[in-house]
């Protein structure tokens, strides 16, 4: 059997289970997803494994004694609107053929293991995510279920209906020593692995994310009747500031500072801006790190603000702690997958919330251009085989604990 | 009589013919422009002159022999919305008021003299502007009368209803013969004069405006898993260009060059920008000058694409051409404001379309932190003194013609 071209297969056929439209949307709870359950108990089945609906509408397929510590291995099967047909559900199905494919080779295991197919990370429907696996982490805030989608249909109703039960969810909260660990197989969403022409990468930490709001504030005026000299140009100091984050930034290993967003006022073609504000997105596998970071940052911001002559501010929007993947696991997982490089993972997943639950770790699968959340979303089979390899090997190599 | 105390009490009462709300709102062809119109047939009527009101909704008032080459000095009625009370309105006021000083210490009028009170130059009603003066250089658009404002209201509809005829428009243009020049006087708009801390400053030329689009297109992608190595951030290349636009065009004397607008797709917190947009304004007195700097802002953006690995173009979306004031009429101006700076303006005046027909020349008066456009434009009853002291000599010192 190629593992591979099977993965291949399963995922084009899942990428059936979608709203019209280009590229794959799948939402939870939806008809979408109710489809896509059926095609992953089919996996899991082929799999040998056990399965159950959880409260929070984690399908959860088990194999191993009932009461013994379990292993856990999953991802999402949603999408983002107009996603590819990797993200997410790559890692559910490359699980269940890790499985098959150990049942295939006769290789026992070495303790309860359970593929975790979760309902929603993308967070599109509604304005919350990771339900599943802070269910299990006992982290669920129970305000979540009164959110509500575009339509007026709130999370607890939609996951009623969807064989789920709100009320249930508290007690889903695992007891750590009843959990091994978790490992997470996705694509990298990211060009360093093509870069690196390497098909696999071993996650060492989920990069801590903050959001700033900056402000440079200067003097607005014709732009015919005031001259160049004494101006205070919003835009240009904010200009200026883009420019060093960004030229500064390249010097911090690991670090990802974006300006994804600007805006003026007043933005007319014929006057100067008095007011420029824009977004500041700082990443880093190390929160001090990132602290670091934003100190320069402002610090950068004064100096401009006082060499232009203008205003300046920057208030920390949100922010999200790093999640260091297991020291052990992460080790584990580079015996099982050789020559595969180290590398953090910029974006959240399933693992973030699980790594309140137990250790984690994951392993990034190459994909094309470093393209995610579009259509054009690729990974290989031949990539996808070597991620089957490397997660069997991984899991026949776990402590023996039956 | 304090002329300039005359005028600012002159300019209060007419500031009252507006709508509610804060500063002066006062459109061409309103309620409020009747209310003006009476009252500036007032100060005509103290300055001795013949009124009447052509065809295009210019309020006249003449004094001389009827078939005389006539000396034009004028200026604009209407108001932007929330404006103040100088722009425009006080060139009309100070003429009436030069031709009463004269009157008033019996000097004689060399020529027949014109005052004129255009209805709309500043093109917030109606989506044109400077009708009167292009109905007297003979260069307005017929198609203009269809143009509505936000009601519906056609602009040759609310001019007939005011008492004009816009059928008659086109022949209202004046034989260059019977015309002598033009003299208009109006606020600085900016802050020249009173860093050069001078109460009057006579305009040299008015810039030649170009307006031109200007993108950067670089390649989108997810702010936490695209290294900042090998990024192509459109924004960070706009940055580049709104910085070197700027402290280049500081380099270059009696140019102003002006980024008002900017917008980045996609536009979000987590995302790379894969395009930004801007404009650039450019604005110059002499329009040999304005492309060459248009030409060093390409290579300059071409440069920075080519060092960021973006794409580049810019789009010249709007030009007009420099007018020069008239020599003669610049060294004549300056005899009558001796000691007054020569500077360009950099903001289009009615004089702009007068200079069609004949030599124009501009008087500027400081007005308080180079404010205009909002309620807080502020000239000074002894600055405004000093503009009708000038204007009086220099009219009465114009070549004899009668």
């Known amino acids: 059997m190629d593992w591979g071209l099977e993965a291949q297969d399963r995922l084009n056929e899942i990428a059936g289970c979608s709203l019209t439209g280009p590229g794959v949307t799948r939402f939870p709870f939806t008809?979408?997803?109710?489809a896509a359950r059926k095609i992953i108990e089919g996996w899991m089945t082929r799999a040998g494994l056990e399965i159950r609906l959880d409260a929070a509408g984690t399908l959860i397929g088990r194999t191993g004694p009932a009461d013994a510590p379990a292993f856990l291995i999953?991802?999402?099967?949603?999408?983002v609107r107009g996603g590819g047909q990797y993200d997410g559900i790559m890692g559910v199905a490359l699980a269940c053929l890790a499985i098959e494919a150990l049942n295939t080779r006769g290789t026992p295991l070495p303790c309860a293991i359970e593929v975790l197919a979760f309902a929603d990370e993308e967070g599109v429907r509604f304005p919350t995510a990771l339900l599943g696996p802070r269910a299990l982490a006992g982290t669920v805030d129970?305000?979540?279920f009164t959110l509500e989608d575009r339509d007026g249909i709130s999370l607890g109703t939609a996951l009623d209906a969807f064989g789920g039960a709100q009320g249930d969810v508290v007690g889903l909260a695992r007891d750590p020593g009843s959990v091994l660990g978790y490992l997470e197989i996705h694509i990298e969403q990211g060009p360093a692995l093509e870069q690196a022409d390497q098909p696999l990468g071993v996650v060492t930490g989920i990069c801590g994310i903050e959001r700033n709001a900056v402000r440079f504030a200067g003097q607005t005026g014709h732009a015919g009747t005031v001259p160049m000299e004494g101006r205070r140009d919003a835009l240009v100091a904010a200009a200026d500031f883009v420019t060093a984050i960004h030229d500064t930034a390249r010097n911090w290993p690991g670090l990802r500072a974006t300006i994804g967003s600007i805006s003026v006022f007043?933005?007319?073609?014929n006057a100067i801006p008095s007011e420029a504000r824009l977004t500041l997105e700082i990443r880093h596998e190390d929160d001090r790190r990132r602290a670091d970071f934003h100190a320069e940052a402002r610090e950068i911001g004064a100096a401009i603000a006082q060499a232009r002559n203008t205003g300046f501010g920057i208030e920390q929007t949100y922010a999200q702690p790093a999640v260091p993947c297991d020291p052990a696991l992460v080790a584990a997982l580079e015996q099982a997958a050789p020559g595969a490089p180290r590398l953090p993972?910029?974006?959240t997943h399933d693992a973030s919330a699980m790594a309140d639950l137990c250790p984690v770790v994951m392993l990034f699968v190459r994909c094309r251009g470093g393209i995610s959340h579009r259509p054009e979303e690729f990974a290989s089979a031949d990539d996808m085989g070597a991620a089957v390899d490397a997660a069997a090997r991984f899991l026949a190599a776990l402590p023996n604990r039956d």
Do not use: K, L
């Open 345 to 347: 993972s910029g974006a």
């Open 31 to 34: 008809p979408e997803h109710a």
């Open 142 to 144: 129970p305000e979540v």
């Open 266 to 269: 007043p933005d007319v073609v």
């Open 74 to 79: 999953g991802s999402h099967q949603d999408s």
